[in-house]
Antibody, heavy 115, light 110 residues
Framework: EVQLVESGGGLAQPGGSLRLSCAAS????????MMWVRQASGKGPEWVSG????????YYADSVKGRFIISRDNSKNTLYLQMNSLRVDDTAVYYC????????WGQGTLVTVSS | QSALTQPASVSGSPGQSITVSCTGT?????????VSWYQQLPGKAPKFMIY???ERPSGVSARFSGSKSGNTASLTISGLQAEDEANYYC??????????FGGGTKLTVL
């Protein structure tokens, strides 16, 4: 069974940092592009960032470009999102996801940015 | 990029069919066979009902079907059931490894 399990969410102050992780299992992680999607309470989802299967190419939404860094460790079947210079409007549930084929999302991890 | 356009709400009685539309542009919905639909209950992770415009993941009821014409994709639910009441979102590939979502449609089963 394909599984994605996010962790690392929590409370951060404006200007602070958090690092999210996503542990993948049940599929060949090193052959799959991956992405992060977030959803603020009561809002539709927003694509945040994507990464190629070997990590050589990364992509960002304009809203996070220059502040967030996506990466992966294929030896550990793990996807990461380093979030710096956090803002109040980054508050959301963050999901890691397999973007192509039959989509799979994790259960999400809540990030709250507040003073 | 603007979000895909969905109606804010739709409703139907048990046993009826309803359709939710999702309108994009020639740069996203109209360019790729990569529209997906998912169902979301309050506080829960999304459950995918349709992917690649018309494909149904294993385990999803055949009452759910997807279609597309030009820049508009549609989700049809036939034989509406009380358990179908949820928020439904569409999503489309938008090129350059980016994805765009709709604002969501609240389905009410009367």
């Amino acid at each position: 069974e394909v599984q994605l399990v996010e962790s690392g969410g929590g409370l951060a102050q404006p200007g602070g940092s958090l690092r999210l992780s996503c542990a993948a299992s049940g599929f060949t992680f090193s052959r799959s592009a991956m992405m992060w999607v977030r959803q603020a309470s009561g809002k539709g989802p927003e694509w945040v960032s994507g990464i190629s299967d070997n990590g050589g190419s990364t992509y960002y939404a304009d809203s996070v470009k220059g502040r967030f860094i996506i990466s992966r460790d294929n030896s550990k079947n793990t996807l990461y999102l380093q979030m710096n210079s956090l803002r109040v409007d980054d508050t959301a549930v963050y999901y890691c996801a397999i973007p192509f084929g039959s989509p799979v999302w994790g259960q999400g991890t809540l990030v709250t940015v507040s003073s | 990029q603007s979000a895909l356009t969905q109606p804010a709400s739709v409703s139907g009685s048990p046993g009826q069919s309803i359709t939710v539309s999702c309108t994009g542009t020639a740069s996203d919905v109209g360019s790729y066979n990569l529209v997906s639909w998912y169902q979301q209950l309050p506080g829960k992770a999304p459950k995918f009902m349709i992917y690649e415009d018309t494909e149904r993941p294993s385990g999803v009821s055949a009452r759910f079907s997807g279609s597309k014409s030009g820049n508009t994709a549609s989700l049809t639910i036939s034989g509406l059931q009380a358990e179908d009441e949820a928020n439904y979102y569409c999503c489309s590939y938008a090129g350059s490894s980016s994805w765009i979502f709709g604002g969501g449609t609240k389905l009410t089963v009367l």
